[in-house]
């Protein structure tokens, strides 16, 4: 699983505008984002200013793949290019220098230092699976009052989880 954290000076004239954008790029939970790319493969990205003693767009992300093929993703979604209008760097601005930049600019790169363990064998079809499962069975459990043995059982029963479970 790849890592990456990036951080870059925002023109402090463009704080607020890109501020703004990002605000406006918040999904609904129904919506993808237009950085998880196809395959889904991105666990977890963020683009945030945090105002230090200037301005910066701090990105963080988790991935499937390889870094440079994500990275090479990133630089090809037309809102990077957007958010990174408002960057001090890369200049000029153009998908070419976007991906350049990302992939090679070290002074912009800080380490990966998550505190969360890394689950390294777990894709991102894994993980939205095992929280799909997780939602379904919440709401199987506040309805298990209304219930009888049998119609428990045999919604229990419906989930994949259990259907492919080989019986002991």
């Known amino acids: ?65 390889e870094e440079r093929d994500y990275l090479e993703g990133i630089a090809a979604v037309p809102q990077a290019l957007e958010i990174f209008e408002h960057c001090e760097r890369p200049r000029p601005l153009t ?21 969360l363990p890394r689950q390294e064998k777990e894709t991102v079809v894994q993980v939205n699976k095992a929280i799909e499962l997780r939602a379904r069975l919440a709401k199987l459990a506040l309805r298990a009052e209304e219930l009888d043995a049998v119609a428990f059982a045999h919604e229990l029963r419906q989930l994949e989880i259990v259907r492919r479970r080989p019986a002991r």
């Open 1 to 65: 699983m790849g890592e990456v954290v990036l951080v870059t000076p925002v023109q402090p004239d463009r704080v607020a505008g890109l501020q703004g954008y990002l605000r406006g790029l918040r999904t609904r939970a129904d919506e993808r984002s237009p950085f998880t790319m196809e395959p889904r493969r991105t666990h977890f990205a963020r683009f945030v200013v945090i105002k230090l003693e200037t301005p910066v767009l701090l990105f963080t992300s988790r991935f499937d793949g």
């Open 95 to 115: 998908e070419a220098t976007l991906r350049t930049y990302l992939l090679e600019d070290t002074e912009a790169r800080i380490p990966v230092s998550y505190v």
